[in-house]
Structure formats: structure tokens, C-alpha cells
């Protein structure tokens, strides 16, 4: 886990119907909730690292998933947290890391449905499983400010990402 975290839910948000499953969720986004601790880090460190592991270029597609549900999504909290997501996104779109346009949507949080419990750390459960992120080491966005009122979130605020 990255340092601050406090913990995470795999789940899903956005969509068009109550109590989602994996085989159920029209207009939902997989989703990751995040819990953090914001003396440890803050709201722009976390985007940042969303946009190291995924592909924000891809319309409704990361790797080999296909469809809404694998849109490239920040759901906020609140004004200081959309201004954030834009700043980040604007950041990243100006540092030619990634080789298109970034398409990552910014829309308020909606309710967020956890996923069924063979979701959850799939990673850690199956070390081998597939996957469609990957951290890219020494990955960093040049010439940026942070943010200082990032830290103003609280530790039982849960930010749900992507």
C-alpha cells in the first residue's frame, strides 16, 4: 500500500441501479474506494499514483477490459477536490507522459457499492491473477504545485477513485 493509506474497497459507483454485482452493473464504474491519513499524505499524491499505474488515454477500455465500467474516473468530494482532479489532469496532460489525450471523466462521488468479497485484495490472493495496471517506477509529474488545502480532508473521509 502507499504510505498515508489507510485502507481500500474494491466496489462500484456511478451507475444506473442499487446493490451492484459483478454481473450486474449497468453504468457503474469498477471502482476504488480509499481511506488515508491526511498528516501522512494528501488528495494530489493519490491522483498522481492513479495516474502512474493506468492508461487515462483510453475511452471505456483498460488492457483487455472493454465497456463503462473500465472508464478512467476520479469521483470527488466536494469543490476542493474536483479543482484537484482538474489540476492533476491538466498537469498530467502538459507533462507528455502518456502519448494521447486524457479522457479521465471527473464527476461527483455517488454511492459506492462494495464488491463481492473474491474482489477484494484479488492481488494478494492471487499474486498471478490478471491485471490491467502497472506501476511504472520513477514515474513522476515535473513542475508541480500541491495543493496545500489537500490535507483538509479527514482520515473518515473515503475517496473513491477509479
Not at 85 to 107: F, K, M, N
Request: glycine content about 8%.
Amino acid at each position: 500500500m502507499l504510505p498515508g493509506v489507510v485502507s481500500t474497497r474494491v466496489g462500484y459507483t456511478g451507475g444506473h441501479n442499487a446493490h451492484p454485482t459483478y454481473r450486474n452493473h449497468p453504468g457503474h464504474a469498477e471502482a476504488l474506494e480509499i481511506t488515508y491519513d491526511p498528516e501522512a499524505t494528501d488528495y494530489r499524491a493519490l491522483l498522481e499514483f492513479f495516474f502512474q499505474i493506468h492508461d487515462p488515454t483510453t475511452t471505456n477500455r483498460q488492457g483487455n477490459d472493454v465497456g463503462s465500467s473500465y472508464r478512467s474516473a476520479i469521483f470527488y468530494l466536494g469543490d476542493q477536490q474536483k479543482k484537484i482532479a482538474l489540476d492533476t489532469i491538466a498537469d498530467v496532460e502538459a507533462s507528455g507522459r502518456w502519448p494521447g489525450r486524457i479522457v479521465t471523466e471527473v464527476t461527483p462521488a455517488a454511492e459506492f457499492w462494495e464488491a463481492e468479497p473474491e474482489h477484494q485484495d484479488y492481488l494478494q490472493h492471487y499474486p498471478s491473477g490478471y491485471t490491467c495496471h502497472y506501476i511504472r517506477p520513477d514515474w513522476t509529474l515535473p513542475n508541480h504545485t500541491r495543493n496545500a488545502g489537500a490535507r483538509a480532508m479527514t482520515a473518515e473521509h473515503a475517496e473513491p477513485t477509479q
